[in-house]
Nanobody, 112 residues
Framework: VQLVESGGGLVQPGGSLRLSCAAS????????MSWYRQAPGKERELVAT????????NYADPVKGRFTISRDNAKNTLYLQMNSLKPEDTAVYYC??????WGQGTQVTVSS
């Protein structure tokens, strides 16, 4: 199993980023997928979850209305569109599969 995140970087407050997670080694469409994040000195927290065919999504309260989770099962890829970014969104963002596997993370820094 391999989950490889990309798309992180430095962005100004109010900006946008789109994270991607390329999955391989398992039946991607068979699993609920999630994004987590971990800020310095804090515990890892759930950001968003999407069901196997994208019918249902759930978001943590701090990101509701700003972030959108999606997936493309044909490409075995999970996405997180992040808009109206705030400094408190600064964290390492991780892709997580319902198979119990984690990606290596991608750093998102929101700063002016």
């Amino acid at each position: 199993v391999q989950l490889v995140e990309s798309g992180g970087g430095l962005v100004q407050p109010g900006g946008s980023l789109r994270l991607s997670c390329a999955a391989s080694g398992f039946t991607f469409s068979g699993y609920i997928m999630s994004w987590y994040r971990q800020a310095p000195g804090k515990e890892r927290e759930l950001v968003a979850t999407i069901t196997q065919f994208g019918v249902s999504t759930n978001y943590a309260d701090p990101v509701k209305g700003r972030f959108t989770i999606s997936r493309d099962n044909a490409k075995n890829t999970l996405y997180l569109q992040m808009n109206s970014l705030k400094p408190e969104d600064t964290a390492v963002y991780y892709c997580y599969s319902g198979s119990g596997d984690w990606g290596q993370g991608t750093q998102v820094t929101v700063s002016s």
